[in-house]
């Protein structure tokens, strides 16, 4: 089971960052995103498809339409910038996506 | 506050097999959903999951890998340890333990540790 990431994003600061992970029939299971900042552990930012964990800013937001998911960054802001992986189950296994990089410049 | 630390060796040999220890504090294994997972990234790479365990006894594994792996646990010493065969280059990552509730995501990571697998 593969999950497929853009491999790169690039916004100017301010504009809203999408980005998009898909799967066969990722609409029926969950999704997590997290961000990975260099030399970083990789830290939880969406939880149950839309869900915010405490302390993670409301400009991160999740979404899901069909087989696609979606991390949204609103007024995406340097400190942003960041490798982004989803995450899902399948078969009783964690699958992640390849990852996104992220640039705001 | 849960915490996780990962520890082993910083190289191992082609063809040897990798010990990690993960120890932890914060949780207990002793509640079925607990889990402590195993998860690498190769250097400029993107994360792979490698194997989870809960305090049920489950056992899982990434099926790529599965015949390379093994899961244990140490309840009273709050560790949890991956043992993985025949290291190869490729093989040459970090590995990093994190926390698990149930079906869910890792919602807390140790730092990780850099294996390196050279001749």
């Known amino acids: 089971y593969d999950l497929t990431q853009p491999p790169s994003v690039s916004v100017s600061p301010g504009q809203a960052a999408r980005i998009t992970c898909s799967g066969d029939?990722?609409?029926?299971?969950f999704a997590w995103w997290y961000q990975q900042k260099p030399g970083q552990t990789p830290v939880l930012v969406v939880?149950?498809?839309?869900k915010r964990p405490s302390g993670i800013p409301e400009r991160y937001s999740g979404s899901k339409s069909g087989d696609t998911a979606t991390l949204t960054i609103s007024g995406a802001q340097e400190l942003d910038e960041a490798d982004y992986y989803c995450?899902?189950?399948?078969?009783?296994?964690?699958?992640f996506g390849g990852g996104t990089k992220l640039t705001v410049l | 506050q849960m915490s996780l630390k990962e520890s082993g060796p910083t190289v191992v040999k082609p063809t040897e097999t990798l010990t990690l220890t993960c120890i932890f504090s914060?949780?207990?294994?002793?509640?079925?959903?607990?889990?402590v997972g195993w998860i690498r990234q190769p250097p400029g790479k993107a994360l792979e999951w490698l194997s989870l365990?809960?305090?049920?006894?489950?056992?899982r594994y990434n099926p790529s890998l599965s015949n390379r792996l093994r899961i244990t646990s140490d309840p009273s010493k709050n560790e949890v340890v991956l043992t993985m065969t025949n290291m190869d280059p490729v093989d040459t990552a970090t590995y990093f333990c994190a926390h698990i509730t149930g079906i869910d995501a890792f919602d807390f990571w140790g730092r990780g540790t850099l294996i390196t697998v050279s001749s």
């Open positions: 995450q899902a189950w399948s078969g009783g296994s964690v699958i």
């Open positions: 914060g949780f207990s294994l002793s509640e079925s959903e607990a889990g």
């Open positions: 029939k990722l609409g029926k299971k």
């Open positions: 365990l809960f305090g049920s006894g489950d056992e």
């Open positions: 939880s149950l498809d839309d």
